[in-house]
């Protein structure tokens, strides 16, 4: 079975960066599209971030020049670089491929 499991997560200060990792296993990851969601107190899950498996990617407009996604193939593991956070960037961040979801890590951008 697919498991997904991230890390990465903190507090930091507006300005600040912070690099998240979602290790996989159970799947086969160099041939799986892989995505990064987050999800803040009181709002609906939404995506942030896309990578293919060739390694073309997909950015919401609210991070577009400031987060990174990129992959791994020889570890399974995805990574979302995450630079010039500001306080809205504060949420719950989840790994999905395959319909499957991780536990999520949390990121709280506050001075």
């Known amino acids: 079975q697919v498991q997904l499991v991230e890390s990465g997560g903190g507090l930091v200060q507006p300005g600040g960066s912070l690099r998240l990792s979602c290790a996989t296993s159970?799947?086969?990851?160099?041939?799986?599209?892989m995505h990064w969601y987050r999800q803040a107190a009181g709002k609906q899950r939404e995506l942030v971030a896309s990578?293919?498996?060739?390694?073309?990617?997909n950015y919401a407009e609210s991070v577009k020049g400031r987060f990174t996604i990129s992959r791994d193939n020889a570890k399974a593991t995805v990574h979302l670089q995450m630079d010039s956070l500001k306080p809205d960037d504060t949420a719950v961040y989840y790994c999905?491929?395959?319909?499957?979801w991780g536990q999520g890590t949390l990121v709280t951008v506050s001075s």
């Open positions: 159970g799947m086969l990851f160099r041939i799986n599209d």
């Open positions: 999905n491929a395959l319909r499957s």
């Open positions: 990578i293919t498996s060739s390694g073309s990617t």
